[in-house]
């Protein structure tokens, strides 16, 4: 595809439901970026892979959440028995390499509402 | 510990004047790279530029120039002939040098008044 897509748009759940959140990003992109903001706030590190593993999943706020990616290209963020406190929007991003002038680029976001 | 500091929650300026985004940065590396994005109403965070801490020439591209002191640790974004357009949240963020996170200010809301 041309850019980074993610689905659902928008989603709505109760206090408990597990939801999934896919991300698909740029053909041919190794690393992936998952973020997540809160109203008016800048954006929170949540997890990053490198092809298909994740070396760094400090940014994961509990236990309850959790990611993997399939085939270094499809990446699905589970969270688990979700708090309204989840409430956000998810991010993706994706770049073709990890080199530091390498910019990140971002996928229309999954709008959450944990009722 | 790296942070980024973005101390306009909002500003305003009059379309067709030119507008500067203050961003500083706090780091003891040597190399890193610095970035700006855009966030539309719509959500989605557009790249607008990009600097490099061993680049010379300040960053420019189009109406964006990024004017980098590095000595004082800042990294304004100067956005010439505003447009109705320009109206979003402002991020300014950072990347050391081998390692593949990036750090985000907490933005900046900039009102373009026709």
């Known amino acids: 595809g041309a850019g980074v897509s993610q689905s659902p748009s928008n989603k709505v759940t109760e206090k408990g439901k597990d939801v999934e959140l896919r991300c698909d990003p740029i053909s041919g992109h190794t690393a992936l970026y998952w973020y997540r903001q809160s109203l008016g706030q800048g954006l929170e590190f949540l997890i990053y892979f490198q092809g298909n593993s994740a070396p760094d999943k400090s940014g994961l706020p509990s236990d309850r959440f959790s990611a993997e990616r399939t085939g270094g290209s499809v990446s699905t963020l589970t969270i688990q028995r979700t708090q309204q406190e989840d409430s956000a929007v998810y991010l993706c991003?994706?770049?073709?390499?990890?080199?530091?002038?390498?910019?990140?680029?971002f996928g229309p976001g999954t709008r959450l509402l944990v009722l | 510990a790296q942070k980024i500091t973005q101390t306009q929650p909002g500003m305003f300026v009059q379309e067709k004047e030119a507008v500067t985004l203050d961003c500083t940065y706090d780091t003891s590396d040597q190399s890193y790279g610095l970035f700006w994005y855009k966030q539309p109403s719509s959500g989605e965070m557009i790249f607008l530029i990009y600097?490099?801490?061993?680049?010379?020439q300040n960053a420019t591209e189009g109406r964006y120039s990024l004017n980098f002191q590095k000595a004082r640790k800042s990294a304004n974004l100067v956005i010439s002939a505003s447009q109705l357009g320009d109206s979003a949240m402002y991020f300014c963020?950072?990347?050391?040098?081998?390692?593949?996170?990036?750090?985000f200010g907490t933005g900046t809301r900039l009102k373009v008044l026709a």
């Open positions: 963020a950072m990347r050391r040098s081998g390692t593949y996170k990036y750090i």
């Open positions: 991003a994706s770049t073709k390499s990890p080199t530091p002038k390498e910019t990140q680029y």
């Open positions: 600097q490099g801490s061993y680049d010379e």
